[in-house]
C-alpha cells in the first residue's frame, strides 16, 4: 500500500520554529517532485513549497526566507523547517508526491498535520 505519512505538527508560538517530515512508502520505484501546501479554515488550499528530485526549489511569496523545504531521496522523505512562525502560518499542512509506481506515476498527499501558531 503506498502512502505518505505527515509528521511534526504542533502548537508554538509566535516567533518559533517547527520541523514537518513527510515519509513516502509502499511499491514505489521513485519519486518525482515532492511539495507542502496548506489550508487555513475557511480558505483554498495553497502552495507552501516544493522540490524536484534534482533539488530545485519554489517557495510561496509568503514563506521565502523563513520556510526551507529539503527531502533525503535514500528515505523518500521531504522535510519543511519552519522558523519565524506567525500566526498568519497556522493552517493544516499536507505534503504531497509524484510517485512512480509501476508504469504510471500518480500524484499522492499525505493526511494533513495541524500547525497552530500563537500569538
Known amino acids: 500500500q503506498v502512502q505518505l505519512v505527515e509528521s511534526g505538527g504542533g502548537l508554538v508560538q509566535a516567533g518559533g520554529s517547527l520541523r514537518l517530515s513527510c515519509a513516502a512508502s509502499?511499491?514505489?520505484?521513485?519519486?518525482?517532485?515532492m511539495g507542502w501546501y496548506r489550508q487555513a479554515p475557511e480558505k483554498q488550499r495553497e502552495l507552501v513549497a516544493t522540490?524536484?528530485?534534482?533539488?530545485?526549489?519554489n517557495y510561496a511569496d509568503s514563506v521565502k526566507g523563513r520556510f526551507t523545504i529539503s527531502r533525503d531521496n535514500a528515505k523518500n522523505t521531504v522535510y519543511l523547517r519552519m522558523n519565524s512562525l506567525k500566526p498568519e502560518d497556522t493552517a493544516v499542512y499536507y505534503c504531497?508526491?509524484?510517485?512512480?509506481?509501476?508504469?504510471?506515476?500518480?500524484?499522492?498527499w499525505g493526511q494533513g498535520t495541524q500547525v497552530t501558531v500563537s500569538s
Open positions: 504531497n508526491a509524484d510517485l512512480y509506481l509501476d508504469g504510471s506515476t500518480l500524484r499522492y
Open positions: 509502499g511499491s514505489i520505484r521513485s519519486v518525482n517532485a
Open positions: 522540490i524536484t528530485n534534482g533539488g530545485s526549489t
